[in-house]
């Protein structure tokens, strides 16, 4: 006998989209990491700050949209806004000193 397996449906460009977007502070994090171990200076120290903040900027337009939808977080964004709260805790304990504001 034949079994036929149900594929998952299609998602829309609009939908990968969202989901790739929604992961994307895990870059910035990244970034931001390799900023604050190579920077020699407090300069360089400061673009790592910029670096992670720009992280935030995805997950707050993507809450934002699914806030205005009306709808719940792709599991993307949370994952995303989990690991900005984690790294920004750490990287505040380590290096507040080197905070740019």
């Not at 006998?1 to 994090?29: C, H, L, W, Y």
């Not at 390799?34 to 992280?55: D, P, R, V």
Request: proline share 4%; aromatic share 14%; no cysteine.
């Amino acid at each position: 006998m034949e079994e036929r397996t149900q594929e998952a449906p299609k998602k829309s460009r609009g939908e990968t989209v969202a989901d790739n977007i929604g992961a994307s502070p895990a870059i910035f994090i990244f970034l931001a990491f390799l900023g604050f171990f190579l920077a020699e200076t407090q300069e360089g120290e400061h673009k790592a700050w910029y670096m992670y903040f720009a992280g935030w900027v995805a997950s707050i337009v993507m809450l934002a949209k699914a806030a205005i939808t009306r709808k719940g977080p792709e599991m993307g964004t949370l994952v995303g806004v989990v690991l900005l709260v984690i790294f920004g805790l750490l990287i505040s304990f380590t290096h507040r000193d080197s905070f740019p504001f």
